[in-house]
């Protein structure tokens, strides 16, 4: 089944780290703005997400900022050293 999606949302795809950009229309905190990603992609709203963002934030353009995010807002995902 085929979704209209608009402009924005298709362009937004098309870009690094974009491709699940729009599919979450309940959610409110995201991580890709922070990584130079399309508005609306890396979710980070639950632990479990935040966790996602960060194993995929190599696709970003900028993955330090993914995991900038997720780190600000779940500390306790920070990586040890």
Same mark, same amino acid.
């Given at each position: 089944?085929? /979704? %209209? +999606?608009? *402009?924005?949302? /298709?362009?937004?795809?098309?870009? @690094?780290?974009?491709? %699940? #950009? $729009?599919?979450?229309p309940? &959610?409110?905190?995201?991580? $890709? @703005?922070?990584?130079? #990603?399309?508005? $609306?992609?890396? @979710?980070i %709203?639950?632990? *479990?997400?935040?966790?996602?963002? +960060?194993?995929l934030?190599?696709? *970003?353009?900028?993955? #330090? $900022?993914?995991?900038?995010? &997720?780190v600000?807002?779940?500390?306790? +995902?920070?990586?040890?050293?």
């Amino acid at each position: 089944m085929a /979704r %209209n +999606l608009s *402009a924005s949302v /298709r362009s937004a795809r098309t870009k @690094p780290g974009g491709s %699940n #950009a $729009g599919k979450y229309p309940s &959610v409110k905190s995201f991580a $890709g @703005p922070s990584g130079s #990603a399309p508005k $609306g992609s890396y @979710p980070i %709203n639950t632990r *479990a997400r935040a966790k996602s963002a +960060l194993q995929l934030a190599h696709n *970003a353009p900028d993955p #330090a $900022g993914i995991r900038r995010a &997720v780190v600000a807002k779940y500390p306790g +995902l920070k990586k040890k050293s």
